[in-house]
Protein backbone atom coordinates (compact mmCIF):
# COMPACT_ATOMS: atom_id res chain seq x y z
CA UNK A 1 0.00 0.00 0.00
CA UNK A 2 2.58 2.45 0.96
CA UNK A 3 4.52 1.84 -2.32
CA UNK A 4 1.86 2.88 -4.03
CA UNK A 5 1.33 5.77 -1.74
CA UNK A 6 4.59 8.05 -2.31
CA UNK A 7 5.12 7.72 -5.49
CA UNK A 8 1.76 9.16 -6.22
CA UNK A 9 2.11 11.78 -3.46
CA UNK A 10 5.46 12.92 -4.78
CA UNK A 11 3.69 13.43 -8.48
CA UNK A 12 0.86 14.77 -7.28
CA UNK A 13 3.29 17.38 -5.08
CA UNK A 14 5.81 17.81 -8.02
CA UNK A 15 3.01 18.63 -10.30
CA UNK A 16 1.89 20.85 -7.54
CA UNK A 17 4.97 23.10 -7.50
CA UNK A 18 4.34 23.78 -11.23
CA UNK A 19 1.05 25.09 -10.63
CA UNK A 20 1.66 26.91 -7.93
CA UNK A 21 4.72 29.38 -9.81
CA UNK A 22 1.64 30.34 -12.60
CA UNK A 23 -0.78 30.63 -10.32
CA UNK A 24 0.65 32.78 -7.17
CA UNK A 25 1.69 34.80 -9.97
CA UNK A 26 -1.92 35.42 -11.15
CA UNK A 27 -3.60 35.69 -8.25
CA UNK A 28 -0.13 38.33 -6.79
CA UNK A 29 -1.24 40.20 -10.16
CA UNK A 30 -4.91 40.44 -9.21
CA UNK A 31 -4.46 41.33 -5.69
CA UNK A 32 -2.38 44.50 -6.19
CA UNK A 33 -3.70 45.38 -9.89
CA UNK A 34 -7.21 44.32 -9.48
CA UNK A 35 -6.88 42.40 -12.97
CA UNK A 36 -7.46 39.21 -14.46
CA UNK A 37 -4.61 38.96 -16.95
CA UNK A 38 -5.65 36.11 -19.11
CA UNK A 39 -2.33 36.78 -20.84
CA UNK A 40 -0.78 35.05 -17.94
CA UNK A 41 -0.47 31.51 -19.41
CA UNK A 42 1.34 33.21 -22.70
CA UNK A 43 4.26 34.39 -20.36
CA UNK A 44 4.18 30.74 -19.23
CA UNK A 45 4.86 29.21 -22.42
CA UNK A 46 7.25 32.38 -23.05
CA UNK A 47 9.18 31.51 -19.93
CA UNK A 48 9.15 27.52 -21.32
CA UNK A 49 10.24 28.71 -25.01
CA UNK A 50 13.61 30.85 -23.67
CA UNK A 51 14.81 28.16 -20.98
CA UNK A 52 14.57 25.17 -23.32
CA UNK A 53 15.85 27.62 -26.37
CA UNK A 54 18.94 28.90 -23.76
CA UNK A 55 19.61 24.82 -22.69
CA UNK A 56 19.39 23.48 -26.37
CA UNK A 57 22.20 26.67 -27.15
CA UNK A 58 24.74 25.57 -24.02
CA UNK A 59 24.69 21.94 -25.14
CA UNK A 60 25.27 22.82 -28.58
CA UNK A 61 28.04 25.06 -27.48
CA UNK A 62 29.89 22.91 -26.07
CA UNK A 63 29.43 24.47 -22.90
CA UNK A 64 29.04 22.71 -19.28
CA UNK A 65 25.82 20.86 -18.68
CA UNK A 66 25.22 22.06 -15.48
CA UNK A 67 24.98 25.56 -16.77
CA UNK A 68 21.61 24.73 -17.33
CA UNK A 69 20.29 24.87 -14.62
CA UNK A 70 21.13 28.76 -14.10
CA UNK A 71 19.81 29.24 -16.90
CA UNK A 72 16.42 27.97 -15.93
CA UNK A 73 16.35 31.09 -13.66
CA UNK A 74 18.07 33.47 -15.93
CA UNK A 75 15.61 32.67 -18.65
CA UNK A 76 12.50 33.66 -16.28
CA UNK A 77 13.81 37.18 -14.77
CA UNK A 78 14.70 37.69 -18.80
CA UNK A 79 10.92 37.04 -19.56
CA UNK A 80 9.81 39.52 -16.55
CA UNK A 81 12.64 42.12 -17.31
CA UNK A 82 11.44 42.29 -21.00
CA UNK A 83 7.71 41.76 -20.33
CA UNK A 84 6.74 43.02 -17.51
CA UNK A 85 7.22 46.64 -17.17
CA UNK A 86 6.43 47.17 -20.76
CA UNK A 87 2.87 45.71 -20.90
CA UNK A 88 2.16 46.47 -17.90
CA UNK A 89 2.71 50.51 -19.09
CA UNK A 90 2.09 50.39 -22.32
CA UNK A 91 -1.27 48.01 -21.69
CA UNK A 92 -3.00 46.80 -18.50
CA UNK A 93 -2.00 50.70 -17.03
CA UNK A 94 -4.78 51.93 -19.52
CA UNK A 95 -7.18 49.71 -18.13
CA UNK A 96 -7.11 50.10 -14.22
CA UNK A 97 -10.33 52.81 -14.43
CA UNK A 98 -12.28 51.02 -17.32
CA UNK A 99 -14.65 48.30 -16.59
CA UNK A 100 -13.75 44.18 -15.97
CA UNK A 101 -14.89 43.47 -19.30
CA UNK A 102 -12.88 45.72 -20.71
CA UNK A 103 -10.22 44.29 -18.92
CA UNK A 104 -10.72 40.69 -19.90
CA UNK A 105 -10.94 41.88 -23.59
CA UNK A 106 -7.65 43.58 -23.28
CA UNK A 107 -5.83 41.07 -21.84
CA UNK A 108 -7.09 38.25 -24.39
CA UNK A 109 -6.38 40.89 -26.99
CA UNK A 110 -2.58 39.77 -25.64
CA UNK A 111 -2.63 36.36 -25.17
CA UNK A 112 -3.44 36.19 -28.82
CA UNK A 113 -0.56 38.40 -30.19
CA UNK A 114 2.01 36.92 -27.70
CA UNK A 115 0.51 33.27 -28.94
CA UNK A 116 1.16 34.44 -32.58
CA UNK A 117 4.45 36.01 -31.56
CA UNK A 118 5.30 32.81 -30.36
CA UNK A 119 4.97 30.77 -33.10
CA UNK A 120 6.77 33.61 -35.15
CA UNK A 121 9.64 33.32 -33.05
CA UNK A 122 9.86 29.76 -32.17
CA UNK A 123 7.82 27.63 -34.67
CA UNK A 124 5.15 25.27 -34.77
CA UNK A 125 7.46 22.59 -33.61
CA UNK A 126 7.55 20.87 -29.90
CA UNK A 127 10.70 21.67 -28.00
CA UNK A 128 12.02 19.14 -24.94
CA UNK A 129 15.63 19.85 -23.30
CA UNK A 130 15.84 17.59 -20.12
CA UNK A 131 19.19 18.23 -19.76
CA UNK A 132 18.79 19.09 -15.86
CA UNK A 133 16.65 16.49 -14.94
CA UNK A 134 19.01 14.12 -16.77
CA UNK A 135 21.96 15.55 -14.61
CA UNK A 136 20.01 14.74 -11.49
CA UNK A 137 19.25 11.46 -12.08
CA UNK A 138 17.21 8.93 -9.47
CA UNK A 139 16.72 8.09 -6.39
CA UNK A 140 15.61 4.62 -5.39
CA UNK A 141 14.37 4.06 -2.21
CA UNK A 142 12.34 0.52 -1.34
CA UNK A 143 12.68 -0.81 -5.18
CA UNK A 144 10.89 2.58 -5.91
CA UNK A 145 12.66 5.15 -8.68
CA UNK A 146 11.70 8.60 -7.66
CA UNK A 147 13.65 11.25 -10.01
CA UNK A 148 15.25 14.04 -8.11
CA UNK A 149 14.06 16.68 -10.41
CA UNK A 150 10.98 16.24 -9.08
CA UNK A 151 12.47 16.25 -5.36
CA UNK A 152 13.82 19.34 -6.02
CA UNK A 153 10.67 21.33 -7.69
CA UNK A 154 8.53 20.48 -4.86
CA UNK A 155 12.16 21.89 -2.73
CA UNK A 156 12.00 25.42 -4.81
CA UNK A 157 8.11 25.78 -4.67
CA UNK A 158 8.28 25.51 -0.90
CA UNK A 159 11.52 28.12 -0.56
CA UNK A 160 9.27 30.64 -3.00
CA UNK A 161 5.88 30.33 -1.21
CA UNK A 162 8.57 31.41 2.09
CA UNK A 163 10.72 34.10 0.29
CA UNK A 164 6.84 34.94 -0.53
CA UNK A 165 5.83 35.33 2.68
CA UNK A 166 8.93 37.17 3.68
CA UNK A 167 9.31 39.36 1.00
CA UNK A 168 5.68 40.85 1.79
CA UNK A 169 5.74 40.69 5.36
CA UNK A 170 9.37 42.39 6.02
CA UNK A 171 11.09 44.38 2.80
CA UNK A 172 10.30 47.80 2.64
CA UNK A 173 8.76 47.16 -0.81
CA UNK A 174 6.48 44.09 0.26
CA UNK A 175 5.21 46.47 2.97
CA UNK A 176 4.24 48.95 0.30
CA UNK A 177 2.26 46.30 -1.67
CA UNK A 178 0.24 45.16 1.22
CA UNK A 179 -0.10 48.72 1.96
CA UNK A 180 -1.96 49.06 -1.87
CA UNK A 181 -3.48 45.64 -1.92
CA UNK A 182 -5.36 47.14 1.34
CA UNK A 183 -6.70 50.53 -0.08
CA UNK A 184 -5.26 51.81 -3.28
CA UNK A 185 -6.93 55.26 -2.49
CA UNK A 186 -5.22 55.56 0.48
CA UNK A 187 -2.04 54.82 0.02
CA UNK A 188 -1.37 57.13 -3.08
CA UNK A 189 -2.97 59.67 -0.69
CA UNK A 190 -0.05 58.74 2.03
CA UNK A 191 2.27 59.33 -0.95
CA UNK A 192 2.91 55.70 -2.11
CA UNK A 193 4.19 55.73 -5.94
CA UNK A 194 1.47 53.19 -6.95
CA UNK A 195 2.79 53.18 -10.49
CA UNK A 196 5.66 52.05 -9.20
CA UNK A 197 4.37 49.44 -7.22
CA UNK A 198 1.96 48.07 -9.91
CA UNK A 199 5.19 47.54 -12.43
CA UNK A 200 6.86 45.79 -9.50
CA UNK A 201 3.85 43.51 -8.68
CA UNK A 202 3.19 42.47 -12.58
CA UNK A 203 7.24 42.07 -13.49
CA UNK A 204 6.93 39.54 -10.17
CA UNK A 205 3.77 37.85 -11.61
CA UNK A 206 5.32 37.75 -15.05
CA UNK A 207 8.52 36.22 -13.45
CA UNK A 208 6.47 33.44 -11.59
CA UNK A 209 4.49 32.79 -14.85
CA UNK A 210 8.27 32.46 -16.54
CA UNK A 211 9.80 30.60 -13.89
CA UNK A 212 6.97 27.72 -13.92
CA UNK A 213 7.18 27.66 -17.75
CA UNK A 214 11.03 26.94 -17.61
CA UNK A 215 10.85 24.87 -14.75
CA UNK A 216 8.26 22.61 -16.57
CA UNK A 217 10.16 22.22 -19.43
CA UNK A 218 12.58 19.29 -17.98
CA UNK A 219 10.14 17.44 -17.75
CA UNK A 220 7.10 17.92 -20.34
CA UNK A 221 8.44 20.23 -22.79
CA UNK A 222 6.88 23.07 -24.40
CA UNK A 223 4.73 22.94 -27.64
CA UNK A 224 2.35 25.21 -29.39
CA UNK A 225 -1.14 25.76 -26.90
CA UNK A 226 0.60 24.95 -24.15
CA UNK A 227 -0.01 29.04 -22.63
CA UNK A 228 -4.41 28.13 -23.34
CA UNK A 229 -4.03 25.26 -21.62
CA UNK A 230 -2.00 26.43 -18.45
CA UNK A 231 -4.07 29.14 -18.28
CA UNK A 232 -7.32 27.78 -17.95
CA UNK A 233 -5.77 25.44 -14.90
CA UNK A 234 -3.88 28.55 -13.58
CA UNK A 235 -7.57 30.27 -13.46
CA UNK A 236 -8.79 26.77 -11.52
CA UNK A 237 -6.08 26.87 -8.87
CA UNK A 238 -7.06 30.75 -8.18
CA UNK A 239 -10.32 30.12 -8.21
CA UNK A 240 -10.09 27.02 -5.82
CA UNK A 241 -7.66 29.27 -3.24
CA UNK A 242 -9.37 32.17 -3.37
CA UNK A 243 -8.52 34.83 -5.69
CA UNK A 244 -5.38 37.31 -4.25
CA UNK A 245 -4.34 34.64 -1.94
CA UNK A 246 -0.81 33.43 -1.77
CA UNK A 247 -1.47 30.55 0.70
CA UNK A 248 -4.77 29.94 -0.98
CA UNK A 249 -2.83 29.51 -4.37
CA UNK A 250 -0.44 26.96 -2.51
CA UNK A 251 -2.89 24.96 -1.37
CA UNK A 252 -4.88 24.65 -4.14
CA UNK A 253 -2.20 23.86 -5.83
CA UNK A 254 -1.59 20.63 -4.20
CA UNK A 255 -5.48 20.12 -3.99
CA UNK A 256 -5.92 20.28 -7.64
CA UNK A 257 -2.17 18.45 -8.64
CA UNK A 258 -3.39 15.42 -6.31
CA UNK A 259 -7.17 15.03 -8.18
CA UNK A 260 -5.41 15.13 -11.08
CA UNK A 261 -2.88 12.77 -10.66
CA UNK A 262 -5.35 10.25 -9.05
CA UNK A 263 -7.79 10.63 -12.03
CA UNK A 264 -4.95 9.50 -14.17
CA UNK A 265 -4.28 6.63 -12.22
CA UNK A 266 -7.48 5.34 -11.52
CA UNK A 267 -9.86 7.18 -13.90
CA UNK A 268 -7.81 8.39 -17.19
CA UNK A 269 -10.90 9.55 -18.38
CA UNK A 270 -11.56 12.19 -15.55
CA UNK A 271 -8.02 13.28 -15.92
CA UNK A 272 -8.84 16.76 -18.24
CA UNK A 273 -12.12 17.32 -16.22
CA UNK A 274 -10.74 16.36 -13.10
CA UNK A 275 -9.21 20.02 -11.57
CA UNK A 276 -12.52 21.63 -12.39
CA UNK A 277 -14.83 19.43 -11.18
CA UNK A 278 -13.08 20.16 -7.87
CA UNK A 279 -13.32 24.05 -8.58
CA UNK A 280 -17.11 23.20 -9.25
CA UNK A 281 -17.11 21.61 -5.80
CA UNK A 282 -14.80 23.72 -3.74
CA UNK A 283 -17.37 27.23 -5.28
CA UNK A 284 -20.49 25.98 -4.81
CA UNK A 285 -19.58 25.31 -0.67
CA UNK A 286 -17.61 28.51 -0.94
CA UNK A 287 -18.34 30.96 -3.70
CA UNK A 288 -15.45 32.78 -2.47
CA UNK A 289 -12.62 30.19 -2.58
CA UNK A 290 -10.71 28.46 0.24
CA UNK A 291 -9.40 31.54 1.74
CA UNK A 292 -11.41 34.25 0.05
CA UNK A 293 -14.27 35.89 1.44
CA UNK A 294 -16.90 38.66 0.20
CA UNK A 295 -16.17 42.02 0.01
CA UNK A 296 -18.31 45.33 -0.43
CA UNK A 297 -18.01 46.39 -4.29
CA UNK A 298 -18.24 50.30 -5.09
CA UNK A 299 -19.84 51.38 -8.27
Known amino acids: MLQSIIPLAVDALANAA ?41 IAAGLPAWLTFPALLLSAAFV ?48 YQDT ?65 MFVIAFTIGVFLAALGGALATPTSGVSPGLGAETMVLAFAVAAVGGLGQVEGAALASIIVAVAKVLAIYFAPALDAVAPYLVMLVVLIVRPYGLFGSGATRRI
Open 18 to 58: LIFFVAVGLTLVFSVLRILNVAHGSLYSIGAYVAASVGMWI
Open 132 to 196: PMALLGITQLGGIVYLNYQLLLIAFAIIVLIALKVFIAYSRTGKLLAAVVEDREVSQAMGIDTGK
Open 80 to 127: ALLFGPLIEKLLVRWTYDKSEAVQVLVTFALFLILEDLQRMVFGVQSV
